[in-house]
């Protein structure tokens, strides 16, 4: 079945810096999107990207997409403490239209000021 | 900015109880769905609903879970008799359509539940 992996698990850095997650899932999809949590708090969607897109930008954010790799990068940039959450893959296929996500276990990001 | 909304935001039950959860989905979506979290563990999917009625559902979504949209707004949840393994936090997602952009499901805030 087909799995988002993030990795690290965790990822400690300074404000300023550039925060990179990776996500590797395991079989074919039609989109992979980026999620947030705050700790204790709801799901904030971030970003979207399509199978035959390879790279998408939002605001610091830039997302890659390697189809044949299966994986996934998100690139936090001129990172602000603010941006202290959790971040999940989560990756989609359509199943009879329903396009069930299915999430990664997702990287704690810390950006110390 | 339309949102999906969720009541309660906590639920403390006891073990047996019936809950309702309920959610409100942004008003123009068509497919609605349920994941739910246990603490410290990753979202995991539960049922997605579209027409009226289940389109698919995981092996967590037994017997003692169903969903109904019984006005046109409102989306609930329900557990029959819950366990202590319920407890968890449960998310509400609704996306507007299939064929068409945008496909991203957005998150209602969550009802945490407690089941004690």
């Known amino acids: 079945s087909q799995q988002g992996e993030e990795d690290p698990q965790a990822l400690s850095i300074q404000e300023g810096e550039n925060a990179t997650m990776n996500c590797s899932y395991k079989?074919?999809?039609?989109?992979l999107q980026w999620y947030r949590q705050n700790s204790g708090r709801g799901l904030v969607h971030l970003i979207l990207?399509?199978?035959?897109?390879r790279e998408k930008h939002s605001g610091r954010l830039r997302v890659t997409l390697d189809t044949s790799k299966k994986s996934s990068s998100l690139l936090i940039t001129a990172s602000r403490a603010a941006d202290t959450a959790s971040y999940f893959c989560?990756?989609?296929?359509?199943?009879?239209?329903?396009?069930?996500?299915?999430f990664g276990k997702g990287t704690k990001l810390t950006v110390n000021p | 900015e339309p949102e999906v909304t969720q009541t309660p935001s906590h639920q403390v039950t006891q073990m047996g109880q019936e809950v309702i959860l309920r959610c409100v989905p942004i008003?123009?979506?068509?497919?609605f769905y349920w994941y739910r979290q246990i603490l410290g563990q990753k979202v995991e999917f539960l049922v997605s609903?579209?027409?009226?009625?289940?389109?698919?559902k995981s092996e967590i979504f037994d017997d003692q879970f169903s969903v109904e949209r019984p006005d046109g707004s409102n989306f609930t949840l329900k557990i029959r008799s819950t366990k202590l393994e319920d407890s968890a936090m449960y998310f509400c997602?609704?996306?507007?359509?299939?064929?068409?952009?945008?496909?991203?499901?957005?998150f209602g805030p969550g009802t945490r539940l407690t089941v004690t």
């Open positions: 990207i399509r199978s035959n897109e």
């Open positions: 079989t074919s999809i039609n989109n």
């Open positions: 008003s123009n979506h068509l497919y």
């Open positions: 997602a609704s996306r507007r359509s299939r064929q068409a952009s945008p496909y991203e499901q957005y």
């Open positions: 989560a990756t989609s296929l359509t199943q009879g239209g329903s396009e069930k996500l299915v």
């Open positions: 609903f579209y027409n009226n009625e289940i389109s698919e």
